[in-house]
């Protein structure tokens, strides 16, 4: 143990020892006031009142009460001699993961298929999520939220299972719609800051851009998951 690491977890208890030091001091006063007969007694009687041999009293029960009632305040500052690590930086951003539902998401040119990789992309983003609160959206002809912000990541990730592109009602790629509401609900909790995070297989830069300059001070990032293979040109016949 190095007397340098010594600390109190709740030094605001050691406030107490000032109203303990006044009780003490009052209660040693009163013990003396008590054997002070001359203060209530007429002189002439005294020499019949008391004793020719003085009694002594015992100290013990205050004594004891007050090393006692001591302990127990330091006690409660709890003194201890090892700290806790506390993290340099904390990332408190928030994110709000936007995925996209329409039927194109069920091509399966990436195996097992789009949708697939892309469900167990945002499951390992949401492991990795140690805190900042996330929010999960999903979008096809219309955008839902599935879960609003939060910092229980695991209630994220039990849902993704669940999605699919036959859950949504009205079919169609919306991305626009899915930014709108993810800014919403940035607003909705408060912060003018955030990241979204888009996955999908398709955008339309030219219907997005409007959305895209909405975003303002919040940060937008794309994950693709388009067919990679470059398709060929076809050239026609002369």
Not at 1 to 27: E, S
Not at 130 to 152: E, I
Request: hydrophobic residues 45%.
């Amino acid at each position: 143990m190095n007397l340098v690491d010594f600390h109190f977890i709740r030094p605001y208890w050691l406030l107490a020892i000032l109203p303990y030091v006044v009780i003490l001091a009052l209660m040693f006063r009163n013990k003396l006031a008590q054997g002070n007969w001359s203060a209530v007694c007429d002189a002439e009687l005294l020499p019949y009142l008391l004793q020719d041999k003085p009694v002594k009293q015992s100290r013990w029960p205050i004594t004891t009460g007050a090393i006692a009632a001591l302990l127990v305040i330091i006690a409660l500052a709890g003194p201890t001699w090892e700290r806790l690590p506390s993290p340099v930086f904390r990332n408190a951003s928030a994110l709000v993961i936007v995925l996209d539902l329409s039927r194109s998401m069920d091509a399966a040119d990436i195996k097992p298929s789009r949708l697939i990789m892309a469900r167990y992309k945002i499951a390992d983003i949401l492991k990795q999520r140690k805190d900042g609160q996330t929010a999960l959206l999903v979008y096809a002809g219309d955008a839902f939220t599935v879960t609003p912000l939060t910092d229980d990541t695991e209630t994220i990730a039990s849902q993704l299972s669940a999605l699919n592109t036959d859950i949504m009602p009205s079919q169609g790629s919306n991305a626009e719609l899915a930014l709108d509401k993810a800014i919403e609900l940035f607003k909705q909790a408060g912060l003018q800051r955030g990241h979204i995070l888009l996955v999908t297989d398709e955008v339309d830069a030219d219907k997005s851009l409007a959305a895209v300059k909405a975003l303002d001070k919040y940060s937008l990032s794309i994950c693709n998951y388009s067919d990679p293979t470059p398709k060929k040109r076809q050239s026609r016949p002369k």
